[in-house]
Each structure stands twice: as structure tokens, then as C-alpha cells.
T-cell receptor, first 108, second 113 residues
Framework: KNEVEQSPQNLTAQEGEFITINCSYS?????LHWLQQHPGGGIVSLFM???GKKKHGRLIATINIQEKHSSLHITASHPRDSAVYIC??????????FGTGTSLTVIP | ETGVTQTPRHLVMGMTNKKSLKCEQH?????MYWYKQSAKKPLELMFV???????ENNSVPSRFSPECPNSSHLFLHLHTLQPEDSALYLC????????????FGPGTRLTVT
């Protein structure tokens, strides 16, 4: 069993919809990361958080340390949001664990 | 040039070849990482360098050999690879070891024939 589990694996949404991607983890962490990977491979770090909530534009990330759960929300989704979203956790000592990613397609 | 760059972007090599992947970061970071991304699998951390010293080696086969001559450059030397080594190889850097935010390069798409 992977230390980081994401759901759903695939998600298709209509433009404008509110989107939620979930991440659960089973290890103690120092931080949780949300990454975005576009076709072609490049990965961009969206958020790094260890508690509470962070917001950047239409993206919101939350984390519940007690429940070992995080969510990534996209408000007013747009076709350019289509990408793979990866949840990762880091631990002291350069240990990283990654989820398998959620493939999001936003249809105009 | 800014950010993290990787060369080449695409590489096709035979199983008997020797090649090297290069990564360069222009962010003044002290930690650099090599990752392997295979289809339908999570990212796999291969090597970590912190201040040019290797701190992690996650049971990577010896046919992969990293080199970090300074904090800005990272190489991955490849020799006698197997077809199952075909994957996207990503380099990343961060200000320091975890839990600092990582910045990724565009990756090298490697195909072993």
C-alpha cells in the first residue's frame, strides 16, 4: 500500500465547475505538497503546507493533520487547469512519498 | 536563464551505450534531487544531494551513477541500461533538505532500446 493515496484517479469536469481532489497519507510528515504536471512532463509546485489552509488565485489547499488528509480545490475551473495533480509528503531527512496523481480534464 | 534546466530533453540509447543527463539550477539552492517517473507509477526519489554531499540513495541500481560537482550542477551517468529504465527523469532543487519547496526541471524523456 502506498504511503500517499489520492482520489479520484481521473476527473472530468465542465468549465466553471468547482473541483476537489483528495489526498490521504499514512506517515508522520513535516509538510504536504501539491504539484501540477502538464503534458510534456514539467512539474510545478502549487502549495507546501503543514497546517490550515492556503489560497492562490482560484486554488485552495487545506490540510487536517489529525486526520492525515488534504484537499485541493479549484474554483471556476478552466480548460487550462487540465493537468495531473500530484500530492506528496515530505519528512525530515529528505524522505518524500508521492501519490500516483489525479488526471484532471476540464471541458469547455 | 532562471529556474531548473535539464539536457537533453529527449534521449534514445541502446543497452550498451553510456550517456549522461545534466541538470543545472540558477536559484542558489543547496539541495538537488533526481527522480524517476514511470507510466502509472508514483514519482520515485533516486538520489539527493545536500551541499554537494549525497544524503540519500534509495536502492538505485549501480547502472545509474550520480555526480554533483557543485551546488548548481547535477549529473546522472547512465550505462548498460535496461528497457525497463525507460522513463521520464526529473531533476529538482530546493533551498535546503525537506521540507523546503522543490523546484522541478522539465525532465528528460529516456527510451532504452
Amino acid at each position: 500500500k502506498n504511503e500517499v493515496e489520492q482520489s479520484p484517479q481521473n476527473l472530468t469536469a465542465q468549465e466553471g465547475e468547482f473541483i476537489t481532489i483528495n489526498c490521504s497519507y499514512s506517515v508522520g510528515i513535516s509538510a504536504l505538497h501539491w504539484l501540477q504536471q502538464h503534458p510534456g512532463g514539467g512539474i510545478v509546485s502549487l502549495f507546501m503546507l503543514s497546517s490550515g489552509k492556503k489560497k492562490h488565485g482560484r486554488l485552495i489547499a487545506t490540510i487536517n493533520i489529525q486526520e492525515k488528509h488534504s484537499s485541493l480545490h479549484i474554483t471556476a475551473s478552466h480548460p487550462r487547469d487540465s493537468a495531473v495533480y500530484i500530492c506528496a509528503v515530505s519528512r525530515i531527512g529528505n524522505q518524500f512519498y508521492f501519490g500516483t496523481g489525479t488526471s484532471l480534464t476540464v471541458i469547455p | 536563464e532562471t529556474g531548473v534546466t535539464q539536457t537533453p530533453r529527449h534521449l534514445v540509447m541502446g543497452m550498451t551505450n553510456k550517456k549522461s543527463l545534466k541538470c543545472e539550477q540558477h536559484l542558489g539552492h543547496n539541495a538537488m534531487y533526481w527522480y524517476k517517473q514511470s507510466a502509472k507509477k508514483p514519482l520515485e526519489l533516486m538520489f539527493v544531494y545536500n551541499f554537494k554531499e549525497q544524503t540519500e540513495n534509495n536502492s538505485v541500481p549501480s547502472r545509474f551513477s550520480p555526480e554533483c560537482p557543485n551546488s548548481s550542477h547535477l549529473f546522472l551517468h547512465l550505462h548498460t541500461l535496461q528497457p525497463e529504465d525507460s522513463a521520464l527523469y526529473l531533476c529538482a532543487s530546493s533551498q535546503g533538505p525537506a521540507p523546503y519547496e522543490q523546484y522541478f526541471g522539465p525532465g528528460t524523456r529516456l527510451t532504452v532500446t
